[in-house]
């Protein structure tokens, strides 16, 4: 497995047991950012891509310079054209309400079908894609040097990752 697939399935995989612990309502700090591990929904977010965002996990990974992966629903039942505009979208409302981010990561899931129950991997969502807004050398190569130099998106879908089947349902139009 390229070290690009291993690290988006650790992404993926430390995501999930993010989603399974994060339903605690989100927190201000005293210095009034955003702690929210938890649904962005509650406290009456404002209307637009943001309300489909569910746990953020903001990090700072050297002086000044800091990296957000956020966690959105996406509806199983359109297509990946559609989910990714749906990434897309809030990695584009996150760049413009925070200039400051050397790096932006959008994990993409959705909840497994009814009649399925849970994930085989005990969590309550089943991860889809990950779009990531990044500098040169990538997610874990963001550094001061590199921070605001070019950056690039780049998608990639769990369906495209070797010796993955495929949920009943997910990603095809209905």
Request: aromatic fraction near 4%; include cysteine.
């Amino acid at each position: 497995m390229s070290s690009r697939n291993l690290t988006l399935a650790l992404a993926l995989a430390l995501a999930g047991c993010a989603v399974e612990h994060g339903n605690q309502p989100a927190q201000q700090s005293a210095a009034g950012s955003d702690q929210s591990s938890g649904m962005a929904l509650q406290g009456g977010a404002a209307p637009g891509p943001m309300q489909q965002v569910f746990a953020r996990l903001r990090d700072t990974v050297a002086s000044g310079v800091e990296r957000i992966s956020l966690s959105v629903l996406l509806a199983p039942e359109v297509d990946r054209l559609a989910q990714r505009a749906t990434m897309q979208s809030v990695l584009d409302a996150q760049r413009k309400d925070d200039s400051s981010l050397a790096a932006i990561r959008v994990l993409g899931f959705y909840a497994p079908p009814p009649a399925h129950g849970t994930h085989p991997s005990g969590v309550a969502m089943v991860p889809s894609a990950l779009l990531e807004w990044v500098p040169a050398g990538g997610w874990n190569g963001v550094n001061a040097t590199n921070a605001h130099g070019p950056h690039t998106t780049d998608a990639l879908f769990v369906s495209d990752l070797p010796n993955h089947q495929r949920g009943h349902g997910a990603g095809t139009a209905r």
